[in-house]
């Protein structure tokens, strides 16, 4: 069984930083995206940054120059730097993989982990 485990949330004031990570495990074949999301209360999820089948890289223009993502393909990891905080950075956050399993290729998300950005 597949398993996608967020860690590195929490609150921070504006203008701090948070590092989130991802790690998933069970039989996975290969990955073909890995990327993370976000839900503010009230909104749709949306994408924050990811990384694509081919290795195409996508920001949300409201985070580009403040975050970095990050991955490492063996270990089946992938990080979220999160730089110059803003509140309206405060969401849920998601981590999401497409991942090959047997011979099934299924999206899988992550719990979640809360990111507060407040004084």
């Known amino acids: 069984q597949v398993q996608l485990v967020e860690s590195g949330g929490g609150l921070v004031q504006p203008g701090g930083s948070l590092r989130l990570s991802c790690a998933a495990s069970?039989?996975?074949?290969?990955?073909?995206?890995m990327g993370w999301y976000r839900q503010a209360l009230g909104k749709q999820r949306e994408l924050v940054a990811n990384?694509?089948?081919?290795?195409?890289?996508t920001y949300t223009d409201s985070v580009k120059g403040r975050f970095v993502i990050s991955r490492d393909i063996a270990k089946k990891t992938v990080h979220l730097q999160m730089n110059s905080l803003r509140p309206e950075d405060t969401a849920v956050y998601y981590c999401?993989?497409?991942?090959?399993?047997?011979?099934?290729?299924?999206?899988?998300w992550g719990q979640g982990t809360q990111v507060t950005v407040s004084s």
């Open positions: 999401t993989m497409d991942l090959l399993i047997g011979i099934s290729r299924k999206i899988f």
């Open positions: 069970g039989n996975i074949f290969s990955i073909y995206a």
């Open positions: 990384f694509v089948d081919g290795g195409g890289l």
